[in-house]
């Protein structure tokens, strides 16, 4: 599936930046560039001085789910070592390292090799590495997984695109939301209910954005409630209460429980959607919830 009227950003690569002058901006020395090599993989070592702790976990993911492509490659250093020869030792890539470890069918890795004065170089490189890199948030990961066709995902970007949603780092437009983590994992639980959720969301949301207020506490309602947002009625009282109150009451809520999370905005929810109705109409929490 590609880019569509899900995402509030514009598709397409884009054009490449204007190049600065090194001397006018004062840009440190980049060194020598690495040379791409093949290595053995029982070559490589870590300096555990500087590297993190193995995350085992992770590695066993990485073994499990191995694709070249994912792999890239090892940053590795090559230093002299005390019986005249060299040593590499990986500054970036530990864990895809340590996985291809795990793997009897994996011999040689992909390396990028810098010779190095020893360990406190490596040490600098591994802080620079490390420190520059941004790990993809959610609207990122949503976009990969859309592109990538992965069955949830590509049902969340076809349902916002037929409900005129967009997904935005911004936080003013009207129909739009930046919480698409949420709506994600309301999607892994029951493709149902997250659509019956995000429609009556986006039918509040005409000159609002989507908050993760509302979202969360409406998912809370139709999932705990003696009625869901599917049951006339209460689809009626949403649309007379509005998505302003909705939200304040949910704010007003985590300010008195001292806490926030789907329950208590839902408590705050209910207290505007209750207000001014009989006992017998009344929306209420199934009581192992209200419990």
């Known amino acids: 599936m590609r880019h569509n009227a899900y995402l509030d950003e514009p598709a397409g690569a884009k054009p490449p930046p204007r190049e600065f002058s090194k001397e006018r901006y004062g840009w440190r020395d980049p060194g020598k560039p ?6 053995d993989k029982r070559l490589l070592q870590i300096d555990e001085d500087y590297q993190r702790g193995e995350k085992i976990v992770r590695v066993l993911r990485i073994a499990r789910e191995f694709s ?14 005390a019986a005249g020869g060299v040593s590499y030792f990986a500054i970036d890539g530990q864990h895809r390292m340590a996985a291809a470890l795990r793997r009897d069918d994996i011999h040689a890795l992909p390396c990028v090799v810098f010779d190095t004065s020893g360990m406190t170089e490596e040490a600098i490189a591994f802080l620079l590495i490390n420190g520059s890199r941004n790990a993809p948030d959610a609207i990122d990961r949503f976009k990969a997984a859309v592109i990538s066709e992965q069955p949830t995902a590509v049902f969340v970007a076809r349902l916002l695109t037929d409900l005129g949603v967009r997904v935005t780092r911004g936080t003013h437009s009207s129909n739009s939301l930046r919480c698409i983590a949420a709506i994600l994992n309301m999607a892994d639980q029951d493709h149902h209910d997250c659509k019956t959720v995000l429609t009556a969301a986006a039918a509040l949301c005409h000159s609002a954005p989507i908050s993760n207020h509302l979202i969360n506490g409406l998912w809370f309602i139709h999932r705990n409630a003696e009625r869901g947002l599917d049951d006339s009625y209460v689809a009626s009282r949403l649309r007379g209460v509005g998505e302003e109150r909705l939200v304040l009451g949910a704010k007003r809520a985590a300010q008195l429980y001292v806490a926030g999370g789907a329950r208590v905005w839902a408590l705050g929810m209910l207290e505007e959607i209750n ?10 929490l199934r009581e192992a919830v209200n419990g």
Request: proline share 0%.
């Open 34 to 39: 690495g040379e791409f090599t093949m290595l």
């Open 275 to 284: 207000k001014g109705v009989r006992e017998h109409n009344r929306l209420k």
């Open 68 to 81: 070249w492509l994912a792999f890239g490659v090892v940053t590795v250093g090559r230093r002299a070592n």
